[in-house]
Nanobody, 123 residues
Framework: QVQLVESGGGLVQAGGSLRLSCGAS????????WGWFRQAPGKEREFVAA????????DYADSVKGRFTISRDNVRTAVYLQMNSLKHEDTAVYYC????????????????WGQGTQVTVSS
């Protein structure tokens, strides 16, 4: 059974940092590309960042470029999202997702999704 579990969310002041983690089980981790998406109250889910199965290519939403970094650890079968210089508008539930071979910015390409972790940035 495939399971993606996000962690690391919480409450942080604007300008602060958080590191989200996504642990994966039940998948051949190396064969998948990974993405982070978010959904704020009253808004549609939006793409945040993605990394290809080989880790050689990353994609970022314009709104987070230069502030967020996605990475993967094939040994620990985990994906991370380092979030710096957080803004109030980054407040959302963050989801990790897995796509084979890679989903890039397209949510419809992702096969598996986690339950999400709440990130709240106070202004």
């Amino acid at each position: 059974q495939v399971q993606l579990v996000e962690s690391g969310g919480g409450l942080v002041q604007a300008g602060g940092s958080l590191r989200l983690s996504c642990g994966a089980s039940g998948v051949t981790f190396r064969s998948y590309g990974w993405g982070w998406f978010r959904q704020a109250p009253g808004k549609e889910r939006e793409f945040v960042a993605a990394i290809t199965w080989g880790g050689g290519t990353t994609d970022y939403a314009d709104s987070v470029k230069g502030r967020f970094t996605i990475s993967r650890d094939n040994v620990r079968t985990a994906v991370y999202l380092q979030m710096n210089s957080l803004k109030h508008e980054d407040t959302a539930v963050y989801y990790c997702a897995a796509a084979r071979p890679s989903g890039r910015v397209f949510p419809e390409r992702y096969d598996y999704w986690g339950q999400g972790t709440q990130v709240t940035v106070s202004s």
